[in-house]
């Protein structure tokens, strides 16, 4: 397992943008599966965005596809969320998630971080 600190939430108007980061420990990043999910109250974690251990494989939620970016710097051990064109249905909490493996399902990340908050005010 790998620990795992989110930042770079807060609070922005709509139609803004926000790059969170999400720092990792350990030596072996680059062979993790990095992925970002968001939970906004009274509503199941959802997928947002999942990037391979060397970022030749990219997926996104439909509903972010062409707003948010996702990337990885492994010399940093840290991978980032680039949230553009933001929307109040984009409220949440955010949080990174690391597995060797890569799935869209959240059940498939052994490693989270304690996750940090967006709000968009319309």
């Known amino acids: 397992q790998v620990q795992l600190v989110e930042s770079g939430g807060g609070l922005v108007q709509d139609g803004g943008s926000l790059r969170l980061s999400c720092a990792a420990s350990g030596r072996t990043f680059s062979l993790y599966v990095m992925g970002w999910f968001r939970q906004a109250p009274g509503k199941e974690r959802e997928f947002v965005a999942a990037?391979?251990?060397?970022?030749?494989?990219?997926r996104y939620a439909d509903s972010v596809k062409g707003r948010f970016a996702i990337s990885r710097d492994n010399a940093k051990n840290t991978v980032y969320l680039q949230m553009n064109i933001l929307k109040p249905e984009d409220t949440a909490v955010y949080y990174c998630a690391a597995d060797p493996n890569f799935s869209r399902d959240s059940s498939g990340y052994g490693s989270w971080g304690q996750g940090t908050q967006v709000t968009v005010s319309s």
């Open positions: 990037i391979s251990g060397v970022g030749s494989i990219i």
